[in-house]
């Protein structure tokens, strides 16, 4: 359920009149919202306080939005850092708690390029989060889920192929989460691979753009239910 959609599961819900709904809507379109007191917080405060929504009604309505989103509360880190340490690397290590941070005890010239070893396997962890392309609004309000029909845009940046041996790539959508297990050479023949991501990098780092129309290109390389540490290994060997 996106935000429209519970908008709309709200109006259906709202036992006044038309006449009385229009007025509600119509004085929260000339509001100005500020977070976390935003139209829907209003909207639901305003048919609440006429009595033409329930409390059980608006909870019945919160717990099946927070059942079907249940990682919006990710498209609330704002810091990059809390993003892809925070998170997509504590997640991954959940996933597979084979992972060991990397060392110089580990690898004699590690000097930070990667982020997880595994039994002399560099692995580097990427992760973006599905967003409108079309929107400028906030990132939890342009959310995706993953079946959407919006157009969507996902850039999985800052790709160095040449310093790592497997790529582990997080994508979240507000519904679920996909991971993408790739070796480095795969990333670098990747049809939607650019080598220079900014300029004068002489090709030392990439990104890749990952949208509605070349999704399908990652297929082959989708985790599913399967081991991260299989897939990993896997990985490794097709390199």
């Known amino acids: 359920m996106e935000l429209s959609e519970l ?10 009149s038309a006449d009385e709904l229009e007025q509600i809507l119509h004085t929260i379109s000339d509001d100005r919202s500020v977070f976390p007191f935003n139209e829907y917080e209003h909207l639901i405060g305003q048919m ?7 409390f059980q009604q608006y909870c019945e309505i919160r717990a ?8 919006l509360w990710i498209y609330e880190i704002s810091a990059p850092r809390g993003f892809g340490e925070g998170f997509a690397q504590t997640y991954i290590n ?4 084979l992972l060991s941070k990397p060392s110089k005890a580990l690898d004699p010239v590690y000097s930070g390029e990667y982020d997880f070893w595994l039994e002399g396997i560099r692995i580097e962890v990427k992760a973006s989060r599905a967003v409108d392309s079309g929107s400028d609004a906030p990132l939890y309000v342009k959310a995706l889920a993953r079946q959407t029909d919006k157009p ?28 993408w297990v790739l070796n480095s050479r795969e990333v670098e023949a990747h049809q939607h691979y650019s080598r ?3 300029r004068g990098n002489r090709g030392n780092e990439g990104q890749l753009h990952i949208k509605q129309d070349n999704i399908e290109t990652l297929r082959g390389f989708e985790l599913g239910q399967a081991d991260l540490g299989d897939a990993i290994w896997a990985a490794a ?3």
Not at 9 to 15: G, H, I, K, N, Y
Not at 65 to 71: C, G, I, L, R
């Open 7 to 16: 908008r709309e599961q709200l109006c259906r819900a709202f036992s006044g």
């Open 48 to 54: 609440l306080g006429v009595s033409k929504l329930t």
């Open 64 to 71: 099946t939005y927070v059942s079907e989103n249940p990682n």
């Open 94 to 97: 959940g996933r597979c708690p």
């Open 152 to 179: 969507f845009l996902m850039n999985f940046q800052q790709l160095k192929p040449q310093c790592c041996d497997v790529f582990i790539w997080v994508a979240v959508f507000r519904d679920e989460i996909v991971i």
């Open 196 to 198: 220079g991501q900014h």
């Open 237 to 239: 060997r097709r390199r």
